[in-house]
């Protein structure tokens, strides 16, 4: 049990671009959700919490303008990256916890992102 | 601020011999605490889960808790080469969690 896909694996694309990726919890309730990203070597960065329902919560320094987050259902969050940029490159990787699991974090595969 | 320090190694241990692998904690209302192992290029998966003071022993892997001295810690036992990763550890309540920068653990055949 506790099932979090992510699609794409990984996506190209070219700068200025936008560029769609989800993450779905296939065999529970995900009330919350957590994305990630992650630059070669360097630690997990959480980028925002999202409620199914609500509008995300960012870390700071994260531009909400240019990563939209939408958790519109209880299996289902998406992260989009606007005009995506070269600096933009990295694993994007998305994160679920139900009512049940106590603070315990499903994550995804995971989203290589690479913006040309 | 809240924070989670880990080593980050990384830490280098022969094949068949014991890991040990340590975590401190700011925050004192912390509830809960994770070990993760992350493999170069792929995202975190769950080793144990620990949530009262103690040890909790799962196969190879014992995870330890002292909430008194903020401490967390994962052992691991005969440990193999498929054990070489990047550990995070990761503490927290109310659905949010604090997560170390990670150690990376080297196991030489």
């Known amino acids: 049990g506790a099932v979090v896909s992510q699609h794409p694996s990984r996506v190209i694309c070219k700068s200025g671009t936008s560029v769609k990726i989800e993450c779905r919890s296939l065999?529970?309730?995900?009330?919350?959700m957590f994305w990630y990203r992650q630059f070669p070597k360097q630690s997990l960065m959480l980028m925002a919490t999202?409620?199914?329902?609500?509008?995300?919560?960012?870390e700071q320094g994260v531009e909400k303008d240019k990563f939209l987050i939408n958790h519109a259902s209880l299996t289902l969050s998406t992260l989009t990256v606007t005009s995506a940029h070269p600096e933009d490159s990295s694993f994007y990787i998305c994160s679920a916890s139900d009512r049940v699991s106590y603070n315990e974090q499903f994550f995804g595969p995971g989203t290589r992102l690479t913006v040309l | 601020q809240k924070e989670v320090e880990q080593n980050s190694g990384p830490l280098s241990v022969p094949e068949g011999a014991i890991a040990s692998l340590n975590c401190t904690y700011s925050?004192?209302?912390?509830?809960?605490f994770f070990w993760y192992r992350q493999y170069s290029g792929k995202s975190p998966e769950l080793i144990m889960s620990?949530?009262s003071n103690g040890d909790k022993e799962d196969g190879r892997f014992t995870a330890q808790l002292n909430k008194a001295s903020q401490y967390v810690s994962l052992l691991i036992r005969d440990s193999q080469p498929s054990d070489s990763a990047t550990y995070l550890c990761a503490g927290g309540s109310n659905y949010q969690l604090i997560w170390g920068a990670g150690t990376k653990l080297i196991i030489k055949p």
């Open positions: 065999d529970f309730q995900a009330t919350t």
């Open positions: 925050d004192r209302g912390s509830q809960s």
């Open positions: 620990i949530y």
């Open positions: 999202s409620n199914e329902g609500s509008k995300a919560t960012y």
